[in-house]
């Protein structure tokens, strides 16, 4: 495991005193203390976090693709986010850096605020939308525990509202379940993710069995297909595997703000590449079978499970019935709960903690979100943008070029070295991370052409007319984002090397030759940081900062 050394930690505490722009304690390097997490919190993190996955296989039946074939495309595109995650994890888990940190080391000093401002805003709307969501599974236990007491309440909101007052309870209820995690950070909420994972498989198996036991397995027209032609069925499935990609981008993104924590450099890497595709398509799975075959027999068009636990209170109230939608809904809100926590609170958490380090550590940035998203009113945007979650997920396009560029400079150029004091001086002295006035052009640009070509198909699906060949490419969404602003970048700079890039060349650093394998020390570069060799102190033993060439 990567350690810092004490004393070049405190000397970069006494340096973020003098100029907090950039640095806090959510900025520095995980402690040891608190890199708890080992290969199982990882299991059952990433299966909690997938297993959620009940309506993805809708958007497939919803583009054209049959039962089997919406499974297969589902299984295909979380072996691709897996294998991303699993690149875009190790630079974490090395050196126990969150993400902001990262993008300071790929994107420049200043070029990362655009890159983490971005990801930052996106997380807030999307953790409003999260939110009311969960408040749709605790309409459905407050409605299993009260019924018509609850149900009967008096709307006192006007239609144009878009919510009612029953909604706006269990939005409130649910934002007050939310609020005691916006005290925690990622390495105390080990037991939760545990929690989550255990109560997640009896609530999914059960929808599943009941809608089974109800309609005898009998599926019906998912089983059948229109004829399609052969270049149709292939761009069909192509875009099936871009919306689950799509559904996966901001996990792919947010890999170093969960991997920091680990215990072992490795313990992320084999338990993303199993759980991710096994949970998810497992969860869609059971979604696609159990929502269809309920929507063959009574002629609904039931996709999701708060629509579905209100079904069957509708035709099998009872107290038996009550209680078990109680325990499913529970389960589910808890499934969500902790969805929202990693994926968005934690994302804003580690974002805010970088733009506004002098003011916001991760913990207030969590208390913030959460209040903001009241602001958000999701309520309006899911009734009146009908193209919304169109628009959220086709914002993957935008994260597949991050990163692409980001796992390109880990692991072609870099050659997994990161300058950790270099990550905390923003001025032109330092000679790894400044580039130009703090911009790492090369990394730009690639970015640029990433998003340029799937991006006339972005706004097609939006609505705006554009050829075939626009939206085809639009299909292709986060894979041509993330091909072409790999090959861009690398190509880029390999013509055009940064000034960190030709140290490393100069120094020939060897792979993480900024770590010793073997003792899991960090070696720093005194240079970087304005300090004196004495001062460098790692792993408890004091080195000269020249010694490695760094």
Known sequence: MAKVGTRIVSALELDSSRDSRWSNEDLLPTPPEQCTWRWWNYVSFYWSISFTNWTLGSSMIGIGLNWWQSIIVIFVSQMISSIAMAFNSRAASVYHIGFPCVGRSVFGMWGSFYFVGARAVLAIVWYSVQLYYGAEYMFNILRAIF????????????????????????????????????????????????????????????????????????????????????????????????????????????????????????????????????????????????????????????????DLMEFILDHYWSGTTRFAVFLAAFAWLVQILGTNVAANMISFGADSSMLFPRFINMRRGQYIVHTLAWAVCPWEILASAT???????????????????????????????????ALYDGTPLNKSYYYLKGWNIQAVIAYIIGIAFPFPGFVGSLGAHVSTTATRMGDLGWILSFVTAFVCYFAICWVWPTENHKRIRADKLGWEAAVDDEEGEVYLNARDVGVTTEEVVVGGKEREGEKRGL
């Open 147 to 306: 019924g018509h007491h609850f149900t009967d309440i008096p709307n006192h909101l006007p239609a144009s509202a878009h919510v009612t007052t029953q909604q706006m309870l269990a939005l409130f209820l649910c934002w007050m379940v939310h609020l005691p995690f916006c005290h925690f950070r990622p390495y105390q909420l080990r037991g939760f993710f545990i929690f989550k994972t255990f109560i997640s498989l009896p609530a999914m198996f059960g929808l599943f069995i009941f809608a089974m036991v109800n309609t005898g397995g009998k599926i019906g027209s998912v089983y059948t297909q229109d004829s399609q032609s052969t270049t149709a069925m292939a761009w069909l499935i192509i875009s099936g595997i871009n919306s689950g990609l799509g559904n996966t981008a901001t996990l792919i993104t947010n890999q170093p703000d969960y991997c920091r924590w680990a215990k072992t450099k490795n313990a992320p890497l084999w338990t993303q590449l199993i759980s991710n595709p096994i949970a998810t398509t497992l969860s869609a799975s059971l979604g696609i079978l159990a929502t269809s075959a309920i929507n063959n027999k009574y002629g609904t068009s039931i996709w999701n499970q708060w």
């Open 387 to 421: 193209k919304f979650e169109t628009f959220l997920s086709g914002y993957a396009l935008f994260m597949g070029s991050v990163v692409a560029i980001m796992v390109c400079e880990y692991f072609c150029f870099t050659k997994g070295n990161i300058f950790i004091p």
